[in-house]
């Protein structure tokens, strides 16, 4: 066994691994407490990380008080499901031509998938929204959901294509030789066996949906019913009297979901998302 | 699989068809779109005329240059920051010690939850009465009062470049991680077995090890800064008295608050400019990476 850690440099090690992970989660921690807190405590002064009467009542008053909270959480889900299975239809087939066809301007048009990655929804936000006008798309789901959609399939189908190359081409002859046509084994040989590659990239795709509503819902939506649950709470921001435990309250209960898939499956969701920088 | 199927294939193509037609219409299209309206006068008028450069002459005679300078420093600060906190944090995740994979699990949420839920956090406790930071720092004797960080030019700009840091930070620091762990062992140690320190083996096997994946790693952040949106505009939409508009604000602010689509489009072509230089240094760079693998292999 190599060499093994003195007691001060374990002690160094923790106290530092303390240090970066306080910087990462001090804002959760800050929202939970504000959360917790009277709203009468909230705003006072001196700071104390500690207040008296800390409950969890904002977390039954904030379904009254802030208006629509559950439509906004439903939307938040309705929207990211529709970007998945919009993308995932979009990218198993093309993922497949990618892994296992060749074709003229193939590398060419990998590359330029890959470089729409390097694209910001902002920068294109002139024409898109103009595209959402024309088509009278403004004010719909449709507005944030096809988007949303595009600026995800590049990763997708570069995670789909590198988990399809691994798959065995032997599989597909066979069905091949045996006279199956060319859909039916995407169908009923590829579908099968790359099931599990195809979770991940819809687990990945959905985190990414579900994070990024934010520019297309405020730019292409005004419609209170329609807006994702970040939109939702952003105008809440602006009114007079911010009741701060019940808005801290609500981000907390729309990130969990997240975090429980994510603690669930973290293993195959790091893969995923290194997967999607690493190219290659 | 050319075995299958002996005409010229179409199919391939069929099959790119979804893929092809969603991102042609929302990215391909748009960006030329771009090029065009950033020509022209458009605006909320029903017409628009071919003006030239006239968008040009003017953005770059008023703010704009200051803009893209306060870009590129917000960039440069905020992905120096990333790469060395991420360097240190994988560094850290990546040292035996028991506690080390329930600690990598707690690395990643700021990177998974949805960019503006965790800014909302941000904005509270920046808040200078009743924030976490300077309550803390008063009580540790930093602060001599409140500080209201999102309040001045300068508290604004760092504040937004380290909400940035933080957004950013996971994904670099668990990227890395993935390199340091992808070094073989062996290395370490036969140079143990010849007496190298613990720091001289990261100077020596490390750092050179993973310097690729810092690499690529800092342009791909340099690029997903340069685009960033979110953070800058629910923290403090471009102010106070425009410290924070960076080049995507201060598009997003002509085109959409005062839609003179014209000027915003000219003022978007000049970031895809910037951005393709971007992305030119980086598939560079990659195939560079691949052809010196494909020599080592040999």
């Known amino acids: 066994m190599i060499n093994k850690y003195r007691w001060w440099e374990i002690v160094g090690i923790y106290l530092g691994i303390a240090l970066f992970l306080m910087f990462i989660l001090a804002p959760f921690l800050e929202a939970f407490l504000v959360s917790m807190r009277p709203l009468n405590r909230i ?25 629509r909270l559950a439509r906004y959480i439903w939307n938040s889900f309705f929207i990211a499901t529709c970007v998945t299975i919009i993308v995932l239809i979009a990218v198993v087939p093309a993922a497949w031509a990618f892994a296992r066809f060749e074709f003229k301007g193939r590398d060419a048009m990998l590359a330029a998938f890959l470089a729409i990655n390097m694209v910001g929804g902002a920068v294109l936000i002139i024409p898109l929204f103009q595209l959402m006008r024309n088509l009278g798309l403004l004010n719909t789901y449709m507005a944030m959901i096809i988007p949303g959609a595009a600026f995800l399939i590049p990763t997708a189908i570069w995670l789909l294509r590198s988990y399809l190359m691994k798959i065995p081409r032997e599989l597909e002859e066979a069905a091949w030789v045996d006279g199956a046509s060319r859909p039916y084994i995407l169908l009923k040989v590829i579908l099968p066996i790359a099931m599990p590659g195809i979770v991940v990239v819809a687990i990945a795709t959905f985190i990414g949906a579900y994070a990024q509503q934010f520019l297309f819902a405020l730019t292409f939506n005004s419609n209170s019913d329609l807006h994702p649950l970040p939109v939702g709470i952003y105008q809440f921001f602006g009114r007079q009297t911010v009741v701060w435990n019940e808005v801290m309250a609500a981000s907390l209960v729309g990130i969990l979901p997240v ?11 790091i893969a995923g998302l290194t997967a999607g920088a690493v190219k290659e | 699989m050319q075995a299958m199927g002996g005409r010229p294939n179409v199919f391939p193509y069929l099959l790119l068809l979804p893929a092809l037609f969603i991102t042609l219409a929302i990215v391909a299209w748009p960006l030329l779109e771009t090029v065009r309206l950033s020509f022209t006068d458009a605006s909320l008028k029903p017409t628009e005329e071919f003006i030239g450069f006239a968008n040009y002459e003017k953005i ?17 600060i905020s992905v120096s920051l990333k790469m060395i906190v991420g360097v240190l944090g994988a560094m850290l995740l990546n040292s035996a010690v028991p506690g080390r994979s329930f600690f990598r699990v707690l690395v990643m949420p700021p990177w998974i939850v949805p960019i503006a839920i965790g800014v909302f956090m941000w904005r509270w406790m920046y808040n200078g009465q009743f924030g976490m930071i300077s309550g803390v720092a008063q009580h540790l004797g930093i602060l001599a009062g409140p500080y209201e960080f999102l309040g001045d030019r300068t508290g604004a700009f760092y504040s937004t470049v380290v909400t940035d ?4 930070t996971p994904m670099v620091t668990i990227y890395l ?6 070094i073989s062992p062996d290395l370490h140690e036969a140079a143990w077995v010849d007496g190298a320190s613990r720091w001289y083996r990261f100077r020596r096997i490390t750092l050179p090890l ?7 790693m800092g342009l791909l952040s340099a690029i997903w800064t340069f685009n960033s949106f979110d953070i800058i505009w629910i923290l ?7 410290s924070t508009t960076t080049m995507i604000i201060d598009t997003y602010k002509t085109a959409i608050s005062r839609n003179r689509y014209g000027e915003g489009a000219a003022r978007a072509v000049m970031i895809v400019i910037f951005l ?3 992305a030119a240094f980086y598939f560079c760079m990659l195939s560079r990476m691949a052809r010196r693998s494909l020599n080592n292999d040999k």
């Open chain 1, 43 to 67: 705003n006072s002064i001196p700071y104390k990380i500690v207040t008296e009467n800390m409950s969890f009542e904002a977390y039954f008053t904030m379904w009254e008080n802030v208006p």
């Open chain 1, 259 to 269: 975090l429980i898939i994510y603690i669930f499956l973290q293993r195959y969701i």
């Open chain 2, 60 to 76: 770059f005679s008023r703010n704009f240059p200051e803009v893209i300078g306060r870009t590129f420093y917000w960039m440069a």
């Open chain 2, 165 to 168: 840091v933080w957004v950013g």
């Open chain 2, 177 to 182: 991680l993935a390199a340091m762990q992808s």
């Open chain 2, 210 to 216: 993973i310097m690729p994946a810092v690499a690529t």
């Open chain 2, 236 to 242: 403090t939409e471009g102010g106070p008295r425009g």
């Open chain 2, 276 to 278: 393709s230089s971007f």
